[in-house]
């Protein structure tokens, strides 16, 4: 990522380049349908009109949020093919079922403890479901029901369409949520690659001091700026930047760009009231504070990503393609802290798939084809070049004194 700063601007902003040119991303990226060209269009057109509103300079939160969830135009709230080997990313429980039975098998150890019922935030395609249920069914610990909260209507019904094919006595325990249940549940939550699709604010490490970044309008797009001395600040985002500078003593290189997600916390105390007992399982690319503000990692972590392939300029495809940005899991950590809940468990992907049994999973497939398959799905999502190392997983538990086998062999705790 090359980032440049000019000194000043005639029209009163900080002006940043834009972090990956146009003409650059454009030439990794497959070119848009005129369907997808028409839906990107009215998506920016949006935006402008946000950006005028506002007088001319948004956070870079409010333009995430409007380029992934605006009603109709949004990545997520309309329609296209996100996941899977036509859509613009693939998740773990895409690559292989292993990572699925690996849940379930956390989950069973849950469930045998409070009973209950499980709810999935975000459940993409339903494959995730669809291989949890069963299970669950032959290790004897199915849930009263399985819901789904899902934000994407084109999901929802892939997911639909999915949970059909199981046997009836599953199905029937599957439900969809529009929002969070009314009644705090017992059981299991699930939240894979869910967090890292809340919007971020984006800053800049200035004269010791971390200046916002958000987004202005260029010619007929958009580009980096920092807030203007016209627009009030944010005081949310003001104080986190504040604590963030202490906690990390002045580590941070003239430069430095990164994001802050503020949305973890309010996500979580919202999830956390709506468990009574039990855990809520995360996992998603990130890290501990420490190493996701190490003064080497000085672009951040914010991603784009478009039919399979990955680029770092939010500002083209709007509406068309997905934006994420890594967690900050000790912001997770704190953030359940303060919404009552423990962190039960925290641990690489890698080491939470040995801890639930991806090894016997593998070993005790007898078809020499279906074992060399499974041999390599499994290498996907535990080498360190691959998942393994990238993606980490958190526990944050209720009043759940167990100790939970996908965090056997390792605890990362100590690192929040």
Request: glycine share 10%; proline share 5%.
């Amino acid at each position: 990522m090359s980032t440049v700063f000019p000194a000043s601007a005639a029209d009163g902003f900080v002006d940043i380049a834009a972090i990956m040119t146009a003409s650059a991303a454009h030439s990794i990226l497959p070119s848009l349908s005129a369907e997808e060209r028409q839906h990107s269009e009215a998506a920016a057109a949006l935006i402008r009109e946000r950006l005028e509103r506002a007088g001319g300079w948004l956070s870079f939160e409010e333009f995430m949020q409007l380029a992934l969830y605006a009603p109709g135009l949004g990545y997520y709230s309309a329609g296209s093919v996100k996941l899977g080997a036509g859509g613009d990313f693939v998740t773990a429980p895409e690559i292989s079922d292993l990572f699925s039975c690996c849940v379930a098998w956390q989950c069973a150890q849950v469930l045998r403890e409070t009973g209950g019922e499980i709810l999935e935030f975000g459940a993409g395609t339903g494959r995730m479901a669809s291989v949890i249920l069963p299970s669950l069914a032959e290790l004897g610990v199915l849930p009263a029901r399985y819901a789904i909260l899902e934000v994407s209507a084109d999901l929802a019904d892939r997911q639909r369409e999915r949970i059909a094919r199981l046997p009836r006595e599953l199905r029937d325990r599957v439900i969809w949520l529009d929002r969070l249940p009314a009644t705090p549940l017992v059981g299991c939550m699930l939240a894979n690659e869910v967090l890292d699709a809340l919007p971020v604010h984006r800053f800049v490490m200035r004269a010791g001091s971390l200046r916002e970044l958000g987004v202005r309008p260029a010619g007929a797009g958009f580009a980096w700026a920092e807030r203007p001395a016209s627009a009030a600040p944010d005081a949310a985002f003001s104080a986190a930047a504040l604590e963030l500078l202490a906690q990390l003593e002045g580590r941070l290189p003239e430069g430095y760009v990164s994001e802050i997600g503020l949305q973890l916390a309010p996500w979580i105390a919202g999830v956390g009231a709506c468990l009574h007992r039990g855990m809520l399982l995360i996992l998603d690319y990130g890290l501990p504070c420490a190493h996701y503000y190490h003064p080497q990692r000085a672009d951040g972590t914010l991603r784009c990503h478009f039919k399979q392939r990955a680029h770092d300029d939010p500002f083209i495809n709007i509406g068309v393609q997905d934006i994420t940005a890594w967690v900050d899991f000790t912001r997770v950590a704190q953030s359940a802290l303060a919404a009552g809940l423990e962190v039960g468990g925290f641990a690489t992907q890698a080491a939470f798939l040995l801890g639930t049994g991806i090894e016997a999973m593998t070993a005790g497939v007898t078809d020499e084809v279906s074992r060399v398959r499974l041999a390599g799905e499994a290498r996907r999502l535990l080498l360190p070049g691959e998942m393994g190392e990238a993606v980490k997983v958190m526990a944050l538990t209720r009043e759940l004194e167990i100790a939970l086998d996908g965090f056997a062999h390792q605890d990362l705790r100590p690192s929040l």
